[in-house]
């Protein structure tokens, strides 16, 4: 029945959950908060582990000397303990424990069936002598030739044979898409955060506050990854309409300049920059008040949705207003 399953589906199901792991989503998890995750172990180190859900989210488990390791039953008599250098790549299990200060899962308890140790512990003595001889392209090459299905036979075979396999095969299929829609929201710019700066009169000089509000910007873009930084200028209605254009222009020079000279943010992370002159006002420029909140500089951080899973547009309403 497994042969009714096409090889290229459980090749799939191998790759995703092992040699793309670090390229998973990692689900970052709040201290103290208690969690129990369900999945497929697809990384190990010395003390620590990564499981990989049904959607495919990865949770950095970290063991310490009190994790209760034990199986639920069957072949190795269920309920005993079991060591920790047990807990290898392919293993379906269950963890309980609290989120850690990195992020990561703090096991309080590990716990999986006897069959599904039986059938990673198999799968790591066909694959690890692989692993050692092949360098990546050429398990890439074995996996579709054929060899990971025989692996996948005997995985299906003691969970259950046909409906284990189906649910496989389904499990490659979503990991798959949900790659792919990944990949799709690479140019996907959104909205993160936006700071605005204000200026005096005739000036272009940023003052000590507008420096802090962009050092503030500068450090939350330096740990995202795909973010672009966008910069416009504006003026209010005082003097020349000519030379406000220019006095806009000069003005998100300078915060483009404190950026990269302060901030070292490279070229290639700077978006669109403009001078908009008297044009945009968000402010009457009939009042004094009003000319002083146009006299600004609007600085837009975007991200690309496809590097930056579950973003979300957050609002910086944080001003310097002079009005001397």
Request: aromatic content about 4%; hydrophobic content about 40%.
């Amino acid at each position: 029945m497994l042969k009714k399953f096409p090889a290229l589906l459980l090749a799939l199901f191998i790759g995703i959950a092992s040699v793309f792991a670090q390229d998973a989503q990692v689900r970052n998890l709040a201290s103290g908060q208690k969690y129990k995750i369900k999945g497929v172990v697809v990384a190990r180190d010395d003390n620590s582990f990564t499981v990989r859900d049904s959607v495919g989210v990865n949770t950095r488990v970290v063991l310490s000397p009190n994790t209760s390791i034990k199986t639920k039953g069957g072949f190795f008599g269920g309920g005993d303990r079991i060591a920790a250098d047990q807990v290898i790549r392919g293993l379906n299990l269950q963890v309980e424990g609290r989120g850690d200060n990195a992020g990561s899962l703090s096991a309080e308890k590990v716990r999986f069936d006897d069959d599904d140790l039986r059938v990673a512990q198999s799968i790591k003595s066909r694959v690890d002598p692989v692993e050692d001889r092949l360098t990546q392209s050429e398990q890439n090459a074995q996996r579709i030739s054929g060899q990971i299905d025989e692996l996948m036979a005997i995985s299906n075979a003691a969970r259950g044979g046909a409906k284990a396999a189906q649910d496989t095969a389904d499990a490659a299929i979503a990991g798959v898409n949900a790659t792919n829609q990944r990949i799709s929201s690479i140019d996907d710019f959104v909205v993160q955060t936006t700071q605005s700066v204000n200026f005096k009169v005739g000036s272009a000089v940023l003052s000590p506050d507008a420096k802090q509000n962009l050092d503030n910007l500068a450090q939350t873009a330096l740990t995202m990854k795909g973010y672009l930084i966008e910069v416009t200028g504006f003026a209010s209605a005082d003097g020349n309409e000519k030379k406000n254009k220019e006095l806009s222009r000069r003005r998100a020079q300078a915060v483009l300049d404190y950026l990269i000279e302060t901030h070292n943010i490279p070229l290639r992370r700077i978006g669109t920059s403009y001078g908009f002159g008297e044009a945009q006002a968000v402010a009457d420029n009939t009042t004094r008040e009003g000319r002083a909140q146009n006299r600004r500089v609007e600085v837009k951080l975007t991200v690309s949705k496809g590097l930056n899973q579950n973003v979300e547009v957050r609002k910086d309403a944080s001003t310097n207003t002079n009005d001397q």
